[in-house]
């Protein structure tokens, strides 16, 4: 295992991926992770949707009008979904899921990429959302909240330049004090 700030460091975007599949067991952690996140109260309104069939990859990767291509080239991916009835912080809980996610994806040396659903349009200005729910048949009370694409990278990315690390968001005691 990496040491966990070596791993946010290693952890960059992945757009282009290999055809090698993904093992069981990576998929496996992969969900364990998603399972584990942390929900408002515990509520856990996510679920997730896991593709693997090349058809219904690049139909999602069309889902919206830039920024989804790269699902089309992805071994799988997993719809992050959530019940919208269940709570009001659905949002925050899906991006938790989703983030962990992709850690644990880097965490399995593999690579992995946000794309994001909700508030997006498809190219003929129709709701990314209302394409990904048609295409997965969700219930009309669930939300998309993100796509996280995942495969073996075609090639290793950089890891984060510290030098580029913006200390001067922190802000001690108040807000402008440094
Ligand atoms: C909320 C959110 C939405 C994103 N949506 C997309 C997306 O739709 N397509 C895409 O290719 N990357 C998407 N990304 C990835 C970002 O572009 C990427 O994280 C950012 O440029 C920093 O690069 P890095 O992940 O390599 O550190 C998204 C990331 C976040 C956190």
Excluded at 120 to 136: C, H, T
Excluded at 171 to 176: N, P
Aim: glycine share 6%; charged share 30%.
């Amino acid at each position: 295992m990496e040491n966990f700030l070596e791993l946010l460091k290693n952890r960059r975007s992945c757009r282009r991926f290999t055809d090698e599949p993904v093992s069981q067991e990576s998929v496996a952690n992969i969900m364990r992770a998603a399972l584990m996140s942390p929900s408002g109260h515990r509520i856990n309104p996510w679920e997730f949707v896991l593709v693997e069939n090349k058809e219904t990859l690049r139909q999602l990767s069309v889902s919206k009008a830039a920024g989804a291509q790269l699902l089309d080239g992805a071994a799988m991916a997993v719809v992050v979904i959530a019940d919208t009835d269940k709570t009001d912080v659905w949002v925050e809980d899906c991006s938790i899921a989703t983030i962990l996610m992709q850690l644990a994806a880097e965490e399995e040396g593999l690579g992995s990429c946000w794309v994001q659903i909700r508030l997006r349009k498809d190219a003929d200005g129709g709701s990314s959302e209302e394409n990904v729910r048609a295409l997965l048949g969700l219930p009309a009370n669930y939300a998309v909240l993100s796509i996280v694409a995942i495969g073996h990278k075609e090639r290793d990315s950089k890891p984060f330049d510290e030098e580029k690390m913006q200390w001067e968001k922190l802000h001690i005691e108040r807000f402008g004090e440094k």
